[in-house]
T-cell receptor, first 113, second 117 residues
């Protein structure tokens, strides 16, 4: 499985945008980029995913580099509730997709009031 | 939908005892995953099922661990005998079949916090 690299921790101020980077230089052409987050004392939850184009949903935006070797999860206005560990995960599409999620260490986001 | 349901939420047991963790996936989901989370090793996939059949159990630490899925709405993870190093939070997750759905978003339960004394 292709590997992802994320900073161990980041800080943000409440109501400011947050850009969480992820490097995946060995990404395959058939890998989706997924983001999950884990709030304190909870199970992980899905945030967003993409393949090549930038994606937006109600939770966040995902910006994918043109060469797909990196991506950035964007929280447009951080709230205290966004303090969590954010995981960037690669998953293959098609018949190679077993559904497995391989979690790295993720980025711990602290949001200051 | 109630989401993925796990029981018990907390379990404290003594070394050598048998422990059974339970999971009810979201109705209609046909893939089920068991994960373990510790401070040292992070989140690890233990085993997953597709249509009630175990597909990959390479993450199961040793023979003391076993998992079953007798039907589409129930799965168990059993540890026998338990050891202090098994102390962790165990998560169950479910999703639609990877071959059928594009995103395969996984929905996680609240976890079972296991403490083995």
């Amino acid at each position: 499985d292709a590997k992802t690299t994320q900073p161990n921790s980041m800080e943000s101020n409440e109501e400011e945008p947050v850009h969480l980077p992820c490097n995946h230089s060995t990404i395959s052409g058939t890998d989706y980029i997924h983001w999950y987050r884990q709030l304190p004392s909870q199970g992980p939850e899905y945030v967003i995913h993409g393949l090549t184009s930038n994606v937006n949903n109600r939770m966040a935006s995902l910006a994918i580099a043109e060469d797909r070797k990196s991506s950035t999860l964007i929280l447009h206005r951080a709230t205290l509730r966004d303090a969590a560990v954010y995981y960037c995960i690669l998953r293959p599409i098609g018949s190679s997709n077993t559904g497995k999620l391989i979690f790295g260490q993720g980025t711990t986001l602290q949001v200051k009031p | 939908d109630a989401g993925v349901i796990q029981s018990p939420r907390h379990e404290v047991t003594e070394m050598g005892q048998e422990v059974t963790l339970r999971c009810k996936p979201i109705s209609g989901h046909n893939s089920l995953f068991w994960y373990r989370q510790t401070m040292m090793r992070g989140l690890e996939l233990l085993i997953y099922f597709n249509n009630n059949v175990p597909i990959d159990d390479s993450g199961m630490p040793e023979d003391r661990f076993s998992a079953k899925m007798p039907n589409a709405s129930f799965s168990t993870l059993k540890i026998q005998p338990s050891e202090p190093r098994d102390s962790a939070v165990y998560f169950c997750a479910s999703s639609l079949s990877p071959q059928l759905a594009g995103s395969n978003e996984q929905f996680f339960g609240p976890g079972t916090r296991l403490t083995v004394l």
